[in-house]
T-cell receptor, first 112, second 113 residues
Framework: AQSVAQPEDQVNVAEGNPLTVKCTYSVSGNPYLFWYVQYPNRGLQFLLKYITGDNLVKGSYGFEAEFNKSQTSFHLKKPSALVSDSALYFCAVRPSGGTLTFGKGTMLLVSP | DSGVTQTPKHLITATGQRVTLRCSPRSGDLSVYWYQQSLDQGLQFLIQYYNGEERAKGNILERFSAQQFPDLHSELNLSSLELGDSALYFC????????????FGPGTRLTVT
């Protein structure tokens, strides 16, 4: 069975600094990887996905993620954080023919 | 706005009762997914329907059931409710086939008292 680990419950970063939210996964075969963001009292919003090809994936709101097959990681990054980026971030993996499995989520807090 | 709608937004009910949550997918999406989000369990996949047929099942209790109607809207029925069923219930939809992303509705917050 597939699994996703988000090792940090919370990440704190100052506005304007780069941010990284970590994600590692375990899955059989080639993974489809996703990042979602959840703002308070809202549903999850899709940010980006990795299917195949370039290991660096660009998504919404200036976010990007780097797929590393050898480390089975898919870390979310942004060069310059905004206070409005503060939210709960979920990494998810979906094997071929399977269903989506989410990590526990990482709370990102960006301070002014 | 994802295009996925869910009603009601909030629901408060007593233990032992039965409730129905409703979801309308994005226009053109044939697949509907139901998830439960709670503080202790995180985001758990419950069940998927594709064009009216059950496609995949996750951690769905026997007290819970779902269906997808010809107009593609879906309902999640929760019966014999327990305090532990209190959670946010999300519906998501997608174009069938992978690796398409899922688009989530705003959720229904269920409180069982």
């Amino acid at each position: 069975a597939q699994s996703v680990a988000q090792p940090e419950d919370q990440v704190n970063v100052a506005e304007g600094n780069p941010l990284t939210v970590k994600c590692t996964y375990s899955v059989s075969g080639n993974p489809y990887l996703f990042w979602y963001v959840q703002y308070p009292n809202r549903g999850l919003q899709f940010l980006l996905k990795y299917i195949t090809g370039d290991n660096l994936v660009k998504g919404s709101y200036g976010f990007e993620a780097e797929f590393n097959k050898s480390q089975t990681s898919f870390h979310l990054k942004k060069p310059s954080a905004l206070v409005s980026d503060s939210a709960l971030y979920f990494c998810a993996v979906r094997p071929s023919g399977g269903t989506l499995t989410f990590g526990k989520g990482t709370m990102l807090l960006v301070s002014p | 706005d994802s295009g996925v709608t869910q009603t009601p937004k909030h629901l408060i009910t007593a233990t032992g009762q039965r409730v129905t949550l409703r979801c309308s997918p994005r226009s053109g999406d044939l697949s509907v997914y139901w998830y439960q989000q709670s503080l202790d369990q995180g985001l758990q996949f419950l069940i998927q329907y594709y064009n009216g047929e059950e496609r995949a099942k996750g951690n769905i209790l026997e007290r819970f059931s779902a269906q997808q109607f010809p107009d593609l809207h879906s309902e999640l029925n929760l019966s014999s409710l327990e305090l532990g069923d209190s959670a946010l219930y999300f519906c998501a939809s997608s174009v069938e086939g992978q690796p398409y992303e899922q688009y989530f509705g705003p959720g229904t917050r269920l409180t069982v008292t």
